[in-house]
């Protein structure tokens, strides 16, 4: 078999993950009609999904989490910088040639591993034990700023190219 049946949770949870992104972005945007709101929502929303115990609901739902490389739960700033999302698009090639680590999971020093302790009925448990800390803040501010260069970036292109 060319692809682990780990490869084939991760591309499920992705497409699960997306489809909720996406459903966010859809509502947001069809109560502010406003994409530029949408995007500063949606976009801190994708990067910190994960935040949650290594977690999004995807791989909850496929039993696997972001772990560090010593196969503990990553904290939630190695969970924020993986999913930089102007890479995305590139990984999505990158993952065929190496389909257990993505170029986030190099940069951010994790992988995907199995994990079936945790499941979608404990999300509310984890929530309220949850306490807010340095990494998750990071994460926030830096999935806001992100997206604020980012756009920016691509206002410069749209602006060099209808001149």
């Given at each position: 078999m060319?692809?682990?049946e780990?490869?084939?949770?991760?591309?499920?949870?992705?497409?699960?993950d997306?489809?909720?992104?996406?459903?966010?972005?859809?509502?947001?945007?069809?109560?502010t009609?406003?994409?530029?709101i949408?995007?500063?929502?949606c976009?801190?929303?994708?990067?910190?999904?994960?935040?949650?115990?290594?977690?999004?609901?995807?791989k909850?739902?496929?039993?696997?989490?972001?772990?560090?490389l010593?196969?503990?739960?990553?904290?939630?700033?190695?969970?924020?910088?993986?999913?930089?999302l102007?890479?995305?698009p590139?990984?999505?090639?990158?993952?065929?040639?190496?389909?257990?680590?993505?170029?986030?999971?190099?940069?951010a020093r994790?992988?995907?591993?199995?994990?079936?302790t945790?499941?979608?009925?404990?999300?509310q448990t984890?929530?309220?034990?949850?306490?807010i800390?340095k990494e998750?803040?990071?994460?926030?501010?830096?999935?806001i700023?992100?997206i604020y260069?980012?756009?920016?970036?691509?206002g410069?292109?749209?602006?060099?190219?209808?001149?």
């Open positions: 060319l692809f682990s780990l490869f084939w949770k991760r591309i499920k949870a992705v497409i699960i997306y489809l909720i992104m996406i459903l966010i972005g859809v509502l947001v945007y069809e109560m009609f406003n994409i530029f949408s995007c500063f929502i976009y801190p929303l994708a990067i910190n999904k994960d935040f949650l115990n290594g977690k999004s609901i995807g909850r739902i496929f039993g696997i989490q972001v772990q560090d010593s196969n503990f739960k990553a904290n939630e700033w190695k969970s924020s910088l993986r999913n930089i102007f890479i995305i590139i990984e999505f090639f990158v993952i065929i040639l190496n389909p257990k680590r993505r170029i986030g999971d190099h940069i994790t992988k995907i591993g199995d994990e079936n945790f499941n979608l009925k404990s999300i984890e929530l309220k034990e949850y306490r800390n998750l803040i990071f994460g926030v501010i830096f999935g700023l992100n260069l980012l756009l920016s970036f691509y410069q292109i749209s602006s060099l190219l209808t001149k």
